[in-house]
């Protein structure tokens, strides 16, 4: 006997036969003797719903009455999810997340969880109840009703698998697991099946949509082992853990590219000390984050400075930019443009060498030019021009062979 | 300055030009320098569409969750209207039942109010803001969510207006006050300025669909002045209040016709002792409500009965007698058929004679036979035929001369 979160994101919930469906899968898994604990989304397209219909009054929503709105969304899920559970004869009670005891910060529509008590959870759980929990709500301490933000659902599983201590917490998703490579540009991707917190983090950070970094650090915080696998089959998915010896012989984890990166050249820059960390300082200062810095040419005695941020920030980035140097007397230009960034991650990297090598001379084969690299304890990445993007990504996965199960590949390491 | 709380229904929320409209019409009341509460519904349609999606679900689904679902359609109304307030500058703030300190007992989905603190109502007011709280919805003293059943959201304003003391309670609807008479019927009949508590309590409980008994005792307990009102137009409306010596001057204040009642019929009884008592005690245990009892003839030395009851339990009421009979051998039969109660309502009757006469006269000349009289303090009821009815409500409303100002009436009152 197990004690099971089950976390099923909108489009798992989206209609009533979709929910009949999932109440099946909760049963099996309760009828197999665990304590489960399930914790739902919005139905799909209902949250964007009562969205719209708050932009129709005023696109700039008080952001305390937006939260009041869409906590709605997941309301409705666990009363419905309760009743076809009941229907098949498994006792269930919903949760909301103010009664689960998710208390928050008042940070409306993106609060972050201060605590969490859980209510009544482990009592309901040894009355061999299933607990329905409203995933992506809490309540502030002044008594608010808050919500959790993008992702946040990931994040009432993570976290009331923490206050619990699960043995592990499932996210049911439209994917399958974690890959080695996105499977639509990589045909040849395995699934991996067990990966590090850090290993996740660094994919989720370079972009993998898998899930949101912030569940995932609260799951390391924690150590909450947690599975994502698809809720359209009963395959197992990838485990998300913490590192084990073992692990470390995996070379490289997996392999990701990120092509939602911009960057940005700041010209005829003043030729004074302090003008770049001048610049730094101010994207900072409007949380902007700065992936790579990739060059720092003088051109006929003028510095310039190109660096790469998420795509969606080049617009402000630029402007915060300009009215940085203004006080200079600055006549330059900040100019965006494209870049993709394509890294290989994997814990294994700390005790093996030979990984950088491997990467350039792959990307070097393929006719990929690199025009800068960082380099982290267990991540390689390359900035290179987007045209180069999904070439990169195939000739760097199988320079590492992650196209073989992880099995051989270990062994092949052990015979090196 | 006066310390106002209005209730908009379904239908006058029900989309967001009229959620606007509302809005709009608060602020009118905001800015003339008032305190405001607005209790509002779920959208008209929103709570019968969560309740389909139950059903297809369960046709008989849990209680508590049916609550915990239903809920959830006030509580996007308030965040809404809040939102609309905010637009055109009128400082509010959203509250759900249970916030707003409404606590039931846990008799889910027609849960009664057992407490009520307001929550920071008061405090909220005396920041000027304008609060918006969900009607229909409390949370019982274990937390969990409740709903108060028809009619909870005017339930809840009278039960808010109680505890912030407030000047006036306004309830809009769709009708614009309470009238002498149904206009549908009665094209004549005049709009009652100003009715007792028990005046409104024999309206409501005779039929006329204004307000549900419920909420006008709970006025009348706590001593709320209530005002029903319509939400398409700025007409005053009509106002319920506790009885004052003035009222008395008019000797009826309304009639009311009441179709929607059946007439029972019990043949061949048994000529024992305690027959009858032994139907009335079933009847009372299956909490089924006699109205009226018409009459009790032998014929050929068999006693027979009859009975009105509200035309929906009919079915149930002849299964209740046949079963409390079957232990006594009967053969007899249960029919039902239709019946009409006509009524004249005034508290003027206590202090003034000849109003059951002038009904009777007027009935008599219309044509209409009267089958049994019942009458009580301010109301005096006929049971006629339904063939009769639409004819007996306007002679009767004639007789009284309902279709004359009021103001004219009392005059001629004085005159005699």
């Given at each position: 006997m197990a004690l099971i979160i089950q976390k099923y994101g909108g489009t798992s919930v989206k209609d009533i036969d979709r929910i009949k469906a999932v109440a099946e899968r909760i049963k099996a898994t309760y009828d197999a003797g665990n304590q489960v604990v399930v914790v739902v989304s919005a139905?799909?397209?209902?949250?964007?719903?009562?969205?719209?219909?708050a932009r129709q009054i005023n696109p700039q929503a008080n952001k305390r009455e937006m939260d009041m709105l869409l906590a709605v969304g997941e309301q409705e899920t666990i009363a419905l999810m309760a009743i076809a559970l009941h229907t098949i004869d498994v006792p269930a009670v919903s949760r909301t997340g103010a009664q689960a005891g998710i208390i928050t910060d008042h940070d409306h529509t993106c609060a972050r969880i201060v605590n969490i008590d859980g209510g009544d959870l482990l009592e309901q759980l040894s009355q061999n109840k299933v607990v329905i929990v409203a995933g992506?709500?809490?309540?502030?301490?002044?008594?608010?009703?808050?919500?959790?933000?993008?992702?946040?659902?990931?994040?009432?599983?993570?976290?009331?698998?923490?206050?619990?201590?699960?043995?592990?917490?499932?996210?049911?998703?439209?994917?399958?697991?974690?890959?080695?490579?996105?499977?639509?540009?990589?045909?040849?991707?395995?699934?991996?099946?067990?990966?590090?917190?850090?290993?996740?983090?660094?994919?989720?950070?370079?972009?993998?949509?898998?899930?949101?970094?912030?569940?995932?650090?609260?799951?390391q915080k924690y150590d909450v082992p947690?599975?994502?696998?698809?809720?359209?089959?009963?395959?197992?998915?990838?485990?998300?853990?913490?590192e084990a010896p073992v692990m470390e012989e995996v070379l490289v984890r997996g392999t990701v590219l990120d092509v939602n990166q911009a960057k940005i050249t700041v010209g005829k820059l003043p030729d004074k000390?302090?003008?770049?960390?001048?610049?730094?300082?101010?994207?900072?200062?409007?949380?902007?984050?700065?992936?790579?810095?990739?060059?720092?040419?003088?051109?006929?005695?003028?510095?310039?400075?190109?660096?790469?941020?998420?795509?969606d920030e080049a617009?402000?980035?630029?402007?915060?930019?300009?009215?940085?140097?203004?006080?200079?007397?600055?006549?330059?230009?900040?100019?965006?443009?494209?870049?993709?960034?394509?890294?290989?991650?994997?814990?294994?990297m700390r005790s093996h060498a030979g990984v950088a090598a491997t990467m350039f001379e792959a990307l070097a084969k393929g006719g990929v030019n690199i025009k800068t690299i960082t380099t982290s304890e267990i991540k390689i990445s390359c900035a290179i021009?987007?045209?180069?993007?999904?070439?990169?990504?195939?000739?760097?996965?199988?320079?590492?062979?992650?196209?073989?199960?992880?099995?051989?590949?270990?062994?092949?390491?052990?015979?090196?």
């Amino acid at each position: 006997m197990a004690l099971i979160i089950q976390k099923y994101g909108g489009t798992s919930v989206k209609d009533i036969d979709r929910i009949k469906a999932v109440a099946e899968r909760i049963k099996a898994t309760y009828d197999a003797g665990n304590q489960v604990v399930v914790v739902v989304s919005a139905r799909a397209g209902v949250t964007n719903e009562l969205i719209q219909r708050a932009r129709q009054i005023n696109p700039q929503a008080n952001k305390r009455e937006m939260d009041m709105l869409l906590a709605v969304g997941e309301q409705e899920t666990i009363a419905l999810m309760a009743i076809a559970l009941h229907t098949i004869d498994v006792p269930a009670v919903s949760r909301t997340g103010a009664q689960a005891g998710i208390i928050t910060d008042h940070d409306h529509t993106c609060a972050r969880i201060v605590n969490i008590d859980g209510g009544d959870l482990l009592e309901q759980l040894s009355q061999n109840k299933v607990v329905i929990v409203a995933g992506f709500q809490g309540m502030s301490r002044e008594g608010n009703i808050t919500t959790l933000g993008r992702g946040g659902s990931d994040l009432t599983a993570i976290a009331i698998g923490a206050v619990v201590k699960a043995d592990i917490v499932q996210i049911f998703t439209d994917v399958d697991g974690v890959y080695t490579a996105d499977p639509r540009i990589v045909p040849e991707a395995t699934k991996i099946e067990c990966i590090s917190y850090e290993e996740m983090l660094e994919l989720a950070s370079q972009g993998a949509k898998v899930m949101q970094a912030r569940s995932v650090e609260f799951a390391q915080k924690y150590d909450v082992p947690f599975e994502v696998r698809s809720s359209y089959n009963n395959e197992p998915g990838t485990i998300v853990k913490k590192e084990a010896p073992v692990m470390e012989e995996v070379l490289v984890r997996g392999t990701v590219l990120d092509v939602n990166q911009a960057k940005i050249t700041v010209g005829k820059l003043p030729d004074k000390p302090g003008t770049a960390s001048m610049i730094f300082v101010a994207l900072g200062k409007a949380k902007i984050m700065v992936d790579m810095i990739i060059q720092n040419v003088g051109e006929a005695g003028e510095a310039s400075l190109t660096f790469t941020v998420n795509r969606d920030e080049a617009h402000t980035a630029k402007k915060v930019v300009a009215e940085a140097l203004s006080t200079l007397g600055w006549e330059g230009t900040a100019r965006d443009g494209e870049i993709a960034i394509i890294s290989v991650i994997g814990i294994g990297m700390r005790s093996h060498a030979g990984v950088a090598a491997t990467m350039f001379e792959a990307l070097a084969k393929g006719g990929v030019n690199i025009k800068t690299i960082t380099t982290s304890e267990i991540k390689i990445s390359c900035a290179i021009d987007p045209i180069d993007a999904q070439k990169a990504l195939k000739v760097v996965h199988k320079a590492f062979r992650l196209d073989e199960p992880e099995s051989i590949r270990m062994q092949k390491i052990c015979e090196k």
